[in-house]
């Protein structure tokens, strides 16, 4: 008997945080019936009930947000893949002109060693 009665001290406790947390507009009704009129089992289904309904705005704002945040998202996806478009675009420029510089050398190599045949030639 001694338990129950700490457990009521406990809850009224936790209750007056709950309120103290809570918009005023709150039913006082709750803190009336802790007297002792309502059942064990009736006021843990009643925080049960604060729980749910706390959570359930939880969940409304969490969406609230994520339909908020969703065209910036969006608009963030676009423009990583037209980035990603660019950058391939410039890998296969970056890419042709190496080969040009490779064949314009190899080219430059051959010119040179021409001439220096020639210049070796007597006259």
């Known amino acids: 008997m001694a338990r129950q009665g700490w457990d009521e ?11 103290s947390h809570n918009p005023p507009d709150m039913s006082e009704e709750t ?13 843990i289904l009643a925080r049960l009930d604060s729980i749910d309904a ?10 609230r947000r994520a339909l908020e945040t969703k065209p910036i998202w969006e608009r963030a ?6 980035l990603r478009e ?19 050398r190899a080219d430059q190599a051959r010119v040179e060693n021409r001439i220096d045949k020639l210049e070796s030639k007597p006259a």
Not at 11 to 18: G, I, P, R, S, Y
Not at 54 to 63: A, H, Y
């Open 9 to 19: 001290y406990e809850f009224a406790l936790e209750l007056n945080q709950f309120k």
């Open 54 to 63: 706390r959570l359930q705005v939880l969940e409304e704002q969490s969406e």
């Open 31 to 43: 803190t009336e019936n802790i007297s002792g009129t309502r059942s064990f089992e009736e006021r």
């Open 77 to 82: 996806l676009a423009e990583i893949l037209e």
């Open 86 to 104: 660019s950058v391939d675009n410039i890998e296969r420029k970056i890419d042709v002109l190496s080969r040009d510089m490779i064949q314009l």
